[in-house]
């Protein structure tokens, strides 16, 4: 039984260094909310240290709100604005991990815009946010830019993304079955 418990505690423990970590990139969806990014062609060679700024927004009709708030977390530094106002900011890119908070202003009925810039110089620059008030979550639906010109839908982390090389071979299985003779 001390080894069944000594066992448990090292998965528990390993399970929580994972999700507070800053250094592990583990990103889990929850609430409905999945991380997003910019879609760019995957890229074998190491990128340039510099940073890598993408904003990411979200237009939406909401009815009038007298409170509510955002919660939110963004793989970098980053910059959260409900039309056009600064709402909160993360400078730390340390602090990915804790979920912010950002409490809404008073809203009338109408369009609205959740625009988030996110500066990673570590990786891809993404973004989790939720917020029940506004009937709004990071999915697919969001819209993403490098250069806030031309916009594209956004696609989740966990989406693949094949190197165009790949694309010139045939698959394993096809490989495999012309080695056989049939």
């Known amino acids: 039984i001390a080894a069944i418990a000594g066992l448990a505690f090292a998965a528990l423990s390993g399970y929580y260094w994972i999700l507070t970590d800053p250094s592990i990139a583990y990103l889990s969806s929850r609430s409905g909310a999945h991380w997003i990014k910019i879609s760019e062609p995957f890229q074998i060679k190491m990128r340039d240290p510099e940073d890598l700024r993408i904003l990411l927004r979200k237009r939406f009709t909401a009815g009038p709100l007298s409170t509510g708030d955002i919660s939110w977390k963004a793989l970098g530094k980053a ?64 819209e993403t830019s490098a250069d806030e010109i031309v916009w594209a839908q956004a696609i989740r982390i966990d989406d693949r993304q094949p190197a165009d090389i790949s694309k010139m071979f045939g698959t394993t299985r096809a490989a495999v079955l012309h080695c056989f003779p049939v």
């Not at 709402?87 to 340390?94: C, H, K």
């Not at 202003?105 to 810039?117: F, Q």
């Open 79 to 142: 910059q959260v604005s409900l039309d056009g106002k600064i709402l909160a900011s993360i400078e730390s890119p340390q602090s990915w991990k804790t979920l912010q908070h950002a409490v809404l202003p008073p809203l009338d009925a109408g369009a609205h815009e959740i625009s988030v810039s996110v500066i990673n110089s570590q990786g891809p620059a993404a973004l989790w946010l939720s917020s029940k008030a506004l009937d709004v979550s990071t999915d697919r639906d969001w």
